[in-house]
């Protein structure tokens, strides 16, 4: 869509990416549930494998639904490009996959979703790769951990379980003063909440499996690049730098500039790697996109309530939700998170371990599951269930000790959310 002002975001979250179908005028993006495309002769053909001209090929690169949603995510993050994925989990080795090698290192905070830091601590091991863990609120700790093989600083906007706001200018600060890229997983806050581009983030991962589609449905993910690294300035980075053996010889940030990283992760990423979206799932994460900011609004507005009702209850021992005065995050909230602290948090409940499995067989409202970001309100005793695989260490210090609940608040009416959490707490 063509305006002569810059669009809003809720305009965004609705027309960027799509316009109405060209061969059929359909308003809704159709769900190109198709595998191949095909070309109108061999010169085409030739064009679009050498990346001459942009096109369909086979939908493990690109699909025209996938694309349109690539493109929404990408314009509400304020990116040059983006890809999206099977997962979040996926997203996050395409976001690494074009600056990594073996032997060579990224730096994570410790305040991680659990399944990430057993992806960082184990699983990338597989590759050569390793990962360093620091706490993101030392600085000087995170810059004294980059070495020679250090490629990549990661960390999340809102650190799930909760509670935790990164303050992404000083780390984009250290990053900028160490020449490497930093990547943003933005899964817990979206675009509405935050935006790490403008706070200096190189790259941003999505889980769209959560708020982005809303509701509980698809398992999907996105890469959006800022296109504002140099790729090239350190020799650092030579898949992108120099010619590329895996696509005969091309030079990608020389060829195609703020464009490289995407282009790389689809030429060689998905490509080779294979962790792409399906069409029917990108479709339903479009869907969802609609309503983005009306949810966050509700999510955050009903977050704010349960937490401040919780901090009172004489059960519970604390409450860690950024947007209540008493977090030593909350002063971060008006510049990193400016509409709200989210809808994830966690409490711990005085009575320990036994109390909060108590608590979660007793709710009835709340869903008992490993997710978040659904338009339900869901709880998780995370110690035993997404930080399970986490040291006792770990755990406390990725927030999910074992006297901890951990909560994503839905969209339903405030009064019956609070309502489920006092007769549970009442058989605590
Ligand atoms: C869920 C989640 C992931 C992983 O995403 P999947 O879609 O489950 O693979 C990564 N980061 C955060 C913050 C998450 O909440």
Not at 317 to 335: D, E, M, Q
Request: glycine share 8%; net charge neutral; charged share 15%.
């Amino acid at each position: 869509m063509t305006t002569d002002r810059p669009l809003g975001f809720d305009t965004l979250a609705i027309h960027a990416g799509t316009a109405p179908d060209p061969a059929t005028g359909a308003r809704q993006v159709p769900i190109y549930q198709t595998t191949a495309y095909v070309f109108r002769d061999a010169d085409h053909a030739a064009k679009l494998f050498n990346l001459q001209e942009v096109g369909y090929i086979y939908s493990r690169l690109t699909n025209p639904t996938v694309s349109a949603l690539a493109n929404r995510v990408c314009a509400l993050e304020g990116g040059a490009g983006a890809i999206c994925c099977s997962s979040g989990h996926a997203a996050q080795i395409m976001a690494l996959f074009p600056l990594m090698g073996p032997g060579r290192n990224i730096i994570a905070s410790t305040r991680l979703y659990g399944g990430t830091v057993t992806q960082f601590s184990q699983t990338i091991k597989r590759f050569g790769w390793s990962a360093k863990f620091v706490d993101f609120d030392d600085l000087a700790a995170l810059e004294a951990a980059v070495d020679d093989d250090t490629r990549a600083i990661f960390c999340e906007s809102i650190a799930n379980p909760g509670g935790y706001i990164t303050d992404l200018d000083a780390v984009a600060g250290v990053a900028n003063k160490v020449g490497l890229p930093l990547i943003v997983d933005n899964t817990s806050a979206s675009p509405y909440l935050c935006r790490p581009i403008e706070h200096g983030a190189t790259i941003v991962v999505h889980s769209a499996t959560k708020y982005l589609t809303g509701n509980g449905t698809v398992t999907g993910g996105v890469v959006v690049d800022s296109g504002k690294f140099d790729w090239s300035a350190s020799g650092k980075f030579p898949s992108l730098s120099e010619p590329e053996p895996a696509y005969h010889g091309l030079t990608f940030h020389p060829t195609l500039g703020a464009m490289a990283f995407t282009f790389h992760s689809i030429a060689i990423g998905l490509r080779d790697l294979g962790m792409t979206m399906n069409p029917q799932g990108a479709h339903y994460t479009l869907m969802g996109i609609e309503t983005l900011s009306l949810r966050m609004q509700r999510h955050v507005e009903n977050a704010a309530k349960v937490a401040e009702w919780l901090e009172k209850h004489p059960k519970v021992k604390a409450v860690t939700y950024a947007g209540l005065p008493s977090s030593p995050y909350a002063h971060r909230v008006p510049r990193i998170t400016p509409k709200g602290a989210g809808a994830l948090f966690t409490f711990a409940l005085k009575g320990g371990y036994e109390s909060c499995v108590k608590l979660i067989d007793s709710l009835k409202l709340f869903s008992h599951v490993a997710n978040l970001g659904d338009t339900r309100s869901l709880v998780i005793h995370s110690a035993s269930t997404t930080h399970r695989q986490l040291s006792e260490e770990q755990q406390i210090r990725a927030g999910a000790a074992p006297d901890v609940v951990r909560v994503s608040i839905g969209i339903e009416d405030v009064a019956d959310i609070i309502a489920d959490l006092e007769q549970a707490l009442a058989k605590v």
